[in-house]
């Protein structure tokens, strides 16, 4: 099951910088989309999400944006900070409500 | 913050073993699932739960699972004779009552090991 991808397993950033971290999907009757994040031993942890009738939305330091013509969602983090460092889930929701997850990418934020 | 809670955070069980993972959500919603990781994976549904009754199950929620919510806070994922290859990270979750759209919750999960 691939219907969400993200194809980088991790991302190395240094501290200030942005983190951009990507998911695409196959599916465009997926109409709405969510990023959570993991750090080691806890549970995932909602961050920011997004309604396929928007291109953007923002929230602090993070801003996901989807380009729906090419199935793709990106996450942005500006600026990045050592306590960012987690896995990212990019995760998309049906309207049937259960969560579709891609397989996550590690970030790791250098100081 | 309210918050999900699992129990217990790891479980050793035999193989053929019934086991019961237990959930306490978040007390205002509503709605309520069940994941599981295994490892190296993708994080997988499995069911979710509205109204006392299932509302969706995957392929993977075969006859050896259940789910129940025996009283007004407890939601327990039961597996009846356990596989080595049920071995994973279970995750349970919860969300408002309202739009399909609201933020799913999670608890920190129960580290399922199968012997």
């Known amino acids: 099951d691939q219907q969400v991808k993200q194809n980088s397993p991790s991302l190395s950033v240094q501290e200030g910088r942005i983190s951009i971290l990507n998911c695409d999907y196959t599916?465009?009757?997926?109409?709405?989309f969510l990023w959570y994040k993991k750090y080691p031993a806890e549970g995932p942890t909602f961050l920011i999400s997004?309604?396929?009738?928007?291109d953007k939305n923002e929230d602090g330091r993070f801003t996901v944006f989807l380009n729906k013509s090419a199935k793709h969602l990106s996450l942005h983090i500006v600026p990045s900070q050592p306590g960012d460092s987690a896995v990212y889930f990019c995760?998309?929701?049906?309207?049937?409500?259960?969560?579709?997850f891609g397989q996550g990418t590690t970030l790791q934020v250098k100081p | 913050e309210p918050e999900v809670t699992q129990t217990p955070s790891h479980q050793v069980t035999q193989m053929g073993q019934e086991v019961i993972l237990r959930c306490v959500p978040i007390?205002?919603?509503?709605?309520f699932y069940w994941y599981r990781q295994i490892l190296g994976q993708k994080v997988e549904f499995l069911v979710s739960?509205?109204?006392?009754?299932?509302?969706?199950k995957s392929e993977i929620f075969d006859d050896q699972f259940s789910v129940e919510r025996p009283d007004g806070s407890n939601f327990t994922l039961k597996i009846r004779s356990t596989k080595l290859e049920d071995s994973a990270m279970y995750f349970c979750?919860?969300?408002?009552?309202?739009?399909?759209?609201?933020?799913?919750?999670f608890g920190d999960g129960t580290r399922l090991s199968i012997l």
């Open positions: 995760a998309a929701l049906p309207e049937a409500g259960k969560l579709i």
């Open positions: 007390s205002n919603h509503l709605y």
């Open positions: 997004i309604s396929s009738i928007k």
């Open positions: 979750a919860s969300r408002n009552p309202g739009q399909y759209n609201q933020p799913q919750h």
């Open positions: 599916n465009s009757m997926f109409d709405y």
């Open positions: 739960f509205y109204n006392n009754e299932i509302s969706e």
